[in-house]
Nanobody, 120 residues
Framework: QVQLVESGGGLVQAGGSLRLSCAAS????????MGWHRQAPGKQRELVAH???????NYADSVKGRFTISRDNAKNTVYLQMNSLKPGDTAVYYC??????????????WGQGTQVTVSS
Protein backbone atom coordinates (compact mmCIF):
# COMPACT_ATOMS: atom_id res chain seq x y z
CA GLN A 1 0.00 0.00 0.00
CA VAL A 2 0.90 3.63 -0.50
CA GLN A 3 -0.01 6.45 1.86
CA LEU A 4 -0.24 10.05 0.66
CA VAL A 5 -0.33 13.03 3.01
CA GLU A 6 -1.08 16.52 1.69
CA SER A 7 -0.27 19.85 3.26
CA GLY A 8 -0.22 23.52 2.35
CA GLY A 9 -3.84 24.41 1.71
CA GLY A 10 -5.47 27.50 3.12
CA LEU A 11 -7.21 30.78 2.45
CA VAL A 12 -5.69 33.29 0.05
CA GLN A 13 -6.87 36.37 -1.80
CA ALA A 14 -7.31 36.37 -5.54
CA GLY A 15 -3.97 36.91 -7.24
CA GLY A 16 -2.09 35.27 -4.40
CA SER A 17 -0.05 32.09 -4.25
CA LEU A 18 -0.01 28.81 -2.35
CA ARG A 19 2.19 25.75 -2.48
CA LEU A 20 0.79 22.30 -1.85
CA SER A 21 2.94 19.34 -0.86
CA CYS A 22 2.20 15.63 -0.92
CA ALA A 23 4.49 13.11 0.73
CA ALA A 24 4.29 9.44 -0.17
CA SER A 25 5.20 6.52 2.06
CA UNK A 26 4.82 2.77 1.97
CA UNK A 27 5.35 0.88 -1.27
CA UNK A 28 6.80 3.88 -3.03
CA UNK A 29 8.67 1.76 -5.55
CA UNK A 30 5.29 0.97 -7.10
CA UNK A 31 4.69 4.65 -7.95
CA UNK A 32 5.44 6.29 -11.29
CA UNK A 33 3.00 9.18 -11.66
CA MET A 34 2.01 11.54 -8.86
CA GLY A 35 -0.14 14.60 -9.00
CA TRP A 36 -3.27 16.48 -8.12
CA HIS A 37 -6.95 16.48 -8.74
CA ARG A 38 -9.45 18.93 -7.31
CA GLN A 39 -13.14 18.97 -6.53
CA ALA A 40 -15.20 22.10 -6.09
CA PRO A 41 -18.61 22.03 -4.37
CA GLY A 42 -21.25 20.57 -6.66
CA LYS A 43 -18.72 19.69 -9.36
CA GLN A 44 -16.96 16.55 -10.47
CA ARG A 45 -13.39 15.86 -9.47
CA GLU A 46 -11.02 17.06 -12.20
CA LEU A 47 -7.37 16.59 -13.06
CA VAL A 48 -5.10 19.51 -12.24
CA ALA A 49 -1.55 18.35 -12.97
CA HIS A 50 0.60 15.23 -12.88
CA UNK A 51 4.26 14.38 -13.10
CA UNK A 52 6.10 11.14 -13.72
CA UNK A 53 9.22 9.95 -11.95
CA UNK A 54 11.12 10.99 -15.07
CA UNK A 55 9.76 14.53 -14.95
CA UNK A 56 7.14 14.49 -17.71
CA UNK A 57 4.15 16.64 -16.86
CA ASN A 58 0.62 17.42 -17.90
CA TYR A 59 -1.71 20.20 -16.83
CA ALA A 60 -5.37 21.08 -17.11
CA ASP A 61 -5.86 23.93 -19.57
CA SER A 62 -7.42 26.02 -16.80
CA VAL A 63 -4.18 26.09 -14.79
CA LYS A 64 -1.51 26.22 -17.50
CA GLY A 65 0.81 29.15 -17.01
CA ARG A 66 -0.30 29.64 -13.41
CA PHE A 67 0.43 26.31 -11.68
CA THR A 68 3.71 24.40 -11.68
CA ILE A 69 4.09 20.80 -10.57
CA SER A 70 7.44 19.49 -9.40
CA ARG A 71 8.76 16.43 -7.67
CA ASP A 72 11.59 15.47 -5.34
CA ASN A 73 12.08 11.75 -5.89
CA ALA A 74 14.57 11.52 -3.02
CA LYS A 75 11.90 12.80 -0.63
CA ASN A 76 9.02 11.00 -2.36
CA THR A 77 7.22 14.32 -2.44
CA VAL A 78 5.32 16.18 -5.13
CA TYR A 79 4.63 19.91 -5.02
CA LEU A 80 2.07 22.15 -6.68
CA GLN A 81 3.02 25.82 -6.85
CA MET A 82 -0.14 27.81 -7.51
CA ASN A 83 0.22 31.42 -8.60
CA SER A 84 -2.29 34.02 -9.76
CA LEU A 85 -5.02 32.17 -7.93
CA LYS A 86 -8.64 32.84 -8.87
CA PRO A 87 -11.86 32.25 -6.95
CA GLY A 88 -12.59 29.50 -9.46
CA ASP A 89 -9.60 27.58 -8.09
CA THR A 90 -11.42 27.10 -4.79
CA ALA A 91 -11.71 23.36 -4.19
CA VAL A 92 -10.47 20.44 -2.17
CA TYR A 93 -7.19 19.38 -3.71
CA TYR A 94 -6.38 15.68 -3.64
CA CYS A 95 -2.98 14.13 -4.18
CA UNK A 96 -2.98 10.88 -6.09
CA UNK A 97 -0.47 8.39 -7.41
CA UNK A 98 -0.24 5.34 -9.61
CA UNK A 99 2.14 2.90 -11.24
CA UNK A 100 1.78 3.99 -14.87
CA UNK A 101 2.58 6.99 -17.05
CA UNK A 102 0.60 10.10 -17.85
CA UNK A 103 -1.60 8.39 -20.42
CA UNK A 104 -3.10 6.04 -17.84
CA UNK A 105 -5.97 7.12 -15.61
CA UNK A 106 -5.21 4.28 -13.22
CA UNK A 107 -3.98 6.03 -10.10
CA UNK A 108 -5.39 4.07 -7.18
CA UNK A 109 -3.74 5.90 -4.31
CA TRP A 110 -5.36 9.03 -2.87
CA GLY A 111 -4.65 11.45 -0.06
CA GLN A 112 -7.27 12.83 2.27
CA GLY A 113 -7.46 16.21 0.54
CA THR A 114 -6.58 19.75 1.49
CA GLN A 115 -8.87 22.77 1.18
CA VAL A 116 -7.85 25.71 -0.96
CA THR A 117 -10.09 28.77 -0.75
CA VAL A 118 -9.51 31.84 -2.90
CA SER A 119 -11.41 34.96 -1.90
CA SER A 120 -12.30 37.71 -4.35
Amino acid sequence: QVQLVESGGGLVQAGGSLRLSCAASGRINSINTMGWHRQAPGKQRELVAHITSGGSTNYADSVKGRFTISRDNAKNTVYLQMNSLKPGDTAVYYCNAGPYGLASALRPYWGQGTQVTVSS
